[in-house]
């Protein structure tokens, strides 16, 4: 297993937030073209990066901040630590083609997970919390999308997933949800 150290992120720049708007889209005919180390840390950034002391750049319930990011590539899976911007690789294998249901899925070279972790939620029932990860899962994956807009990426978030088979591949822990997985790359 591995560590990658990330690049510091751009934190400014970018197109104006209107052409954004009006640019976004989803895109499903990814070339293999790997995602380059700079892009990749400001795309992480910008989804949901720290932006203030504690902090990020997408809002969460309370700021409960329960959401994770694992991305899974040809070579592991890995899962983002925001504040030190490492990957830490946790499976060796490429699970890429494991994320979705779709013809499409695999070809990517990034798989975004997003993985919650609901025993940081209190004070709701069963309901409560599911609503809360996908809406904050929503608001991550917007950030994203806007990000792939200006970078010349394209994306699709999708929710067609076996999450009982990616989490067990996963060896995710009872408390942790996946919400939904987001392909990253280049146009065919």
């Given at each position: 297993m591995k560590t990658i150290h990330l690049p510091a992120p751009a934190r400014t720049g970018g197109h104006p937030f209107l052409d954004l708007l009006r640019e976004r889209h989803s895109s499903r005919g990814f070339s293999d073209k790997p995602v380059d180390m700079q892009t990749l840390s400001d795309m992480l950034w910008a989804s949901w990066g720290y932006n203030r002391e504690m902090k990020r750049t997408a809002p969460s319930s309370h700021n409960r901040q329960e959401i994770e990011l694992y991305l899974a590539m040809s070579d592991g899976v890995y899962l983002w630590n925001a504040v030190q911007n490492v990957l830490i690789q946790v499976d060796t294998r490429d699970l890429r083609k494991s994320t979705g249901m779709q013809e499409f899925v695999g070809t990517a070279p990034i798989e975004v997970i997003y993985v919650a972790e609901s025993s940081r939620i209190t004070g709701k029932d069963e309901r409560g919390i599911v609503e809360t990860v996908f809406i904050d899962t929503g608001f991550i994956s917007e950030n994203l999308y806007?990000?792939?807009?200006?970078?010349?990426?394209?994306?699709?978030?999708?929710?067609?997933?076996?999450?009982?088979?990616?989490?067990?591949?996963?060896?995710?822990?009872?408390?942790?949800?996946?919400?939904?997985?987001?392909?990253?790359?280049?146009?065919k």
């Open positions: 806007l990000f792939c807009t200006q970078a010349g990426l394209i994306t699709v978030v999708r929710a067609m997933v076996d999450r009982p088979a990616l989490s067990a591949a996963l060896n995710l822990r009872p408390d942790q949800m996946i919400t939904m997985v987001q392909s990253v790359g280049y146009h």
